[in-house]
């Protein structure tokens, strides 16, 4: 996913929902030590500021440096690029060297990892007992009766530009390979559904569809999916530009730990 977000990535610090805090005491709870989180492909630090909360030092990495550059900063978080070109063994030792992370999230991204390669690290870093890791993503959004369809209808547009190696987001990480044991959020095959309310704009929700993948890889062919004739039908069915609506976002979450 080099790069993939390069473009957009204003678009996706100023669009992109945050997650509710629960999340993280949730996944807090289930650790027993409290010393390292890694947050794995950080983008702007979304995800990691909320964990940087419960965890003495979070680590979050990225491929992309235009992300990194609107990356949030916080006393307990380091944030480092992390190029394809990186080692295993390098990058062991740059989050804190092997059994030493307690919990491992990925917010919005593994289906872009090359999973294989990824879970091994997982299973170097991870502190055995009690590591855990916890990956989750999010698709539908539920805005109102009259929206709803208009947005379905734009969805649909977007679908011939879906990368087909992220096939899992589409399902709601229900064929993503998961290979850990686990701790009671969801398992192989069967993600926990989990809400995400969110109070937004309707820039802000514009927004978050420019930064969309297949909006971009379109745009790049020549077509513009978000044309001012979509965005101004988009527009008038959420109620005008100024209104600030109560939205949810469909998330999905698997969290496990290393088999023993």
């Not at 929902?17 to 950080?42: C, F, N, R």
């Not at 917010?107 to 890791?133: C, D, N």
Request: with cysteine; glycine share 8%.
């Amino acid at each position: 996913m080099a790069g993939k977000f390069d473009k957009q990535a204003d678009f996706y610090a100023n669009g992109r929902p945050t997650y509710p805090t629960e999340w993280y005491s949730m996944l807090a709870a289930l650790t027993p030590h409290h010393s390292l989180a890694w947050d794995v492909g950080t983008g702007n630090g979304q995800a990691a500021i909320g964990i940087a909360e419960h965890y003495e030092q979070v680590v979050g990495t990225d491929v992309s440096e235009a992300q990194l550059k609107l990356a949030m900063p916080h006393p307990r978080i380091r944030y480092l690029h992390t190029p394809l070109s990186i080692t295993d063994d390098e990058l062991v030792a740059l989050i804190g060297g092997e059994n030493s992370v307690d919990l491992i999230t990925v917010a919005t991204a593994v289906h872009w990892f090359e999973l294989p390669k990824f879970y091994s690290l997982v299973t170097r870093l991870l502190r055995k007992p009690g590591g855990v890791i916890a990956v989750w993503a999010y698709k539908a959004v539920v805005v109102s009766p009259i929206f709803d369809p208009i947005m379905k209808r734009f969805y649909d547009t977007t679908l011939p530009y879906w990368d087909p190696t992220i096939k899992s987001v589409l399902d709601d990480y229900k064929t993503l390979p998961f290979p850990f044991e686990s701790v009671g959020i969801g398992c192989e095959g069967k993600p926990q559904q989990l809400d995400i309310p969110q109070e937004v704009s309707f820039e802000k929700f514009l927004n978050m569809l420019r930064s969309w993948s297949p909006v971009n890889t379109a745009k790049d062919q020549g077509v513009d999916l978000l044309s001012e004739s979509v965005v101004k039908e988009l527009e008038s069915a959420w109620g005008g530009p100024k209104l600030i609506r109560s939205i949810t976002y469909k998330g999905f979450m698997l969290a496990g730990k290393v088999k023993l």
